[in-house]
């Protein structure tokens, strides 16, 4: 399964927060700050996220692709998927998560993903 995202996808957060409640994901608010961003890495649960505030920005190393994710962003990070988190300023939202609890560590390198 690859990376999804779809710009203009939700006009609310109660929008948001029904799809994750139908899709019976793990529902968590997130209030991220300001980061320098993250080497490749993945994690071994699927993130649905749903940007309300700020802009996420992550790169997919599988195509080169580098994502700008604003409000009303879904994009979708399947399970045991590698991503690139990019500099960022900050962000808010709501994140559907395939598992609880969430196997850690959350962020895992890119060496562990034949384990």
């Known amino acids: 399964m690859a990376i999804s995202v779809e710009h203009d996808y939700f006009d609310d957060i109660a929008q948001a927060r029904r799809e994750i409640e139908t899709a019976q994901l793990h529902c968590h608010e997130v209030d991220a700050a300001p980061s320098g961003g993250t080497p490749i890495h993945w994690h071994d649960v699927g993130i649905h996220f749903y940007v309300q505030e700020g802009v996420f920005r992550f790169q997919d190393p599988a195509n080169g692709a580098v994502y700008e994710c604003g409000p009303g962003t879904k994009f979708v990070i ?14 808010k939202g709501l994140v559907g998560l ?18």
Do not use: C, N, S
């Not at 395939?98 to 895992?108: E, G, I, L, N, S």
């Open 78 to 91: 399947p399970e045991r998927t590698l991503h690139i988190e990019e500099e960022h300023h900050g962000y």
């Open 98 to 115: 395939t598992k609880d609890p969430v196997p850690q560590p959350f962020v895992r390198p890119p060496e562990e993903l034949a384990d």
